[in-house]
């Protein structure tokens, strides 16, 4: 007699909780530990974005010694904050305004303050990419990389240890040559991983914005590599 094949066992469903639950989770098990005056806690969070802060302190002032002084002056402001911090942007995000709030009044007594705001459009005067790497309108592929001008493999490797250090150097010396917005955005992403919507939110700047910076100062960096790996190319003579 015939049987009735079974029917597949339903897979159960998935239990772990998504990225974003777990973020906010993680979050909010730190704040609750640092108004409790945890010490650790207090220190790691200090210890790993300081460095962050002090690149964009850096941004509104004139001297590293002022960029220093405006991250102290950001954490004695967080820990006499913390029990008013309502939770509605995300602990990094609400630190970062009170460092750039921080840093546009000192910069004003500089003289030297430059909004964020005012970013619409930041260097983008010029093309990102030499547009004679490109294929004219009338080739059969318009647009495309010519054959001289398309990104060549980089050898030896970036893992290779032989030239590993040689590479981040050569990557840190292109980094500090970028335009200040541009070099502070790619830190911020590629450097220190904070998301497009944190740096938005921390320099009250567009998403659209926000994409040009990062997008300009990484293709600076790749062609600092390129010329590290090949030297300058004939394409870029005059």
């Known amino acids: 007699m015939a049987t009735t094949p079974a029917s597949p066992t339903p897979s159960p ?9 777990a973020a906010h989770d993680v979050e909010a098990d730190l704040l609750v530990r640092l108004r409790q005056g945890d010490q650790a806690a207090f220190e790691s969070i200090v210890n790993g974005w300081s460095p962050m802060l002090q690149r964009v302190a850096r941004t509104y002032v004139s001297t590293d ?11 004695l402001a967080v820990v006499r904050g913390l029990d008013r911090f309502e939770g509605r942007s995300s602990l990094k995000t609400w630190v970062f305004r009170i460092l750039t709030n921080l840093g546009k009044t000192r910069g004003v007594r500089e003289s030297r303050s430059v909004p964020w705001s005012s970013l619409s459009p930041v260097d983008s005067s010029g093309p990102t990419v030499d547009p004679r790497r490109f ?10 990389w ?15 240890v032989t030239v590993a250090g040689e ?3 050569e990557v840190a010396r292109a980094l500090k040559g970028l335009p200040e917005r541009q070099r502070t955005v790619v830190a911020l992403r590629d450097v220190h991983g904070m998301s497009s919507d944190e740096v938005c939110d921390a320099f009250t700047i567009s998403a659209a914005n926000q ?14 590599l ?9 394409r870029m003579s005059v």
């Open 226 to 234: 390129e010329n590290y790996y090949h030297g300058p190319s004939p």
């Open 167 to 169: 590479i981040r150097r």
């Open 211 to 224: 994409r040009v910076l990062l997008h300009r100062g990484r293709a600076r960096l790749r062609e600092a």
């Open 135 to 144: 294929r004219g309108p009338e080739d059969e592929w318009p647009n495309h």
């Open 65 to 75: 010694a002022s960029a220093q002084e405006i991250v102290q002056e950001t954490w």
């Open 13 to 21: 469903p998935d239990q772990r909780p998504t990225t974003h639950s």
């Open 146 to 160: 010519t054959p001289v001008g398309s990104p060549r493999p980089w050898e030896p490797s970036p893992e290779d």
